[in-house]
């Protein structure tokens, strides 16, 4: 079955510091990986997509992640995080081949001054 | 870029009581929506599938008699939640597949309190 794992409830980071959000995935088949972000209250925004291709995905707001196969990893990183980065981060799969998406637990990213 | 509006953002309603959710598309064709619950610090829970034209396609567990889902048009879904109780207090966002870049565009959610 298709599925996502953040093995983190939260990340703390201290602003300026490189910062990596951690998501594993189980799929059968070619995977297609998204990241998402979301501020209280709000919905998601959409940050980067893995299909196929480059291993290594450019988002937006700064945000990258590298797709490891060997490893089942697609882990979000930033060079030097921001405060306004703090949020809740999910990584998500596509269903086999529905449109489905399945979401992992989330990760809350907290940046501290 | 594709947007999708949700509406309310914030409604409070009595037990027993019915609330409609509305998700549009605003500058694209969505055939496809999905509405999603997120409980509290938790994930989102896929509730259903809605097809434009057809009956919407539930996860399994969730209530098909109690979630209604209409897609009645290309640009809009809306999610009843029928005879409402307090367990069904949660953040219910929906999104819809338009955007070519990444497919898939999220409303801005409705945190729904019954009381």
């Known amino acids: 079955a298709q599925s996502v794992a953040q093995p983190e409830d939260q990340v703390n980071v201290a602003e300026g510091n490189p910062l990596t959000v951690k998501c594993t995935y189980s799929?059968?088949?070619?995977?297609?990986l998204f990241w998402y972000v979301q501020y209280p209250n709000r919905g998601l925004q959409f940050l980067l997509k893995?299909?196929?291709?480059?291993?290594l995905v450019k988002g937006s707001y700064g945000f990258e992640a590298e797709f490891n196969k060997s490893q089942t990893s697609f882990h979000l990183k930033k060079p030097s995080a921001l405060v306004s980065d703090s949020a809740l981060y999910f990584c998500?799969?596509?269903?086999?081949?529905?449109?489905?998406?399945?979401f992992g637990t989330g990760t809350r990213l907290q940046v501290f001054p | 870029g594709a947007v999708v509006s949700q509406h309310p953002s914030r409604v409070i309603c009595k037990s027993g009581t019915s609330v409609k959710i509305e998700c549009r598309s605003l500058?694209?064709?969505?055939?496809?929506m999905f509405w999603y619950r997120q409980f509290p610090k938790k994930s989102l829970m896929l509730m259903a599938t809605?097809?434009?034209?057809?009956?919407?396609?539930?996860e399994q567990g969730v209530e098909k008699d109690k979630f209604l889902i209409n897609h009645a048009s290309l640009t809009l879904s809306t999610l009843t939640v029928t005879s409402a109780h307090p367990e069904d207090s949660s953040f219910y966002i929906c999104?819809?597949?338009?955007?070519?870049?990444?497919?898939?565009?999220f409303g801005s959610g409705t945190r729904l309190t019954v009381v």
């Open positions: 500058d694209f064709q969505a055939t496809t």
């Open positions: 809605s097809n434009e034209g057809s009956k919407a396609t539930y």
């Open positions: 999104s819809a597949i338009g955007d070519r870049d990444h497919g898939y565009t």
């Open positions: 998500a799969v596509r269903y086999l081949n529905t449109d489905k998406l399945i």
């Open positions: 893995y299909i196929t291709g480059d291993n």
């Open positions: 799929v059968s088949g070619n995977p297609y």
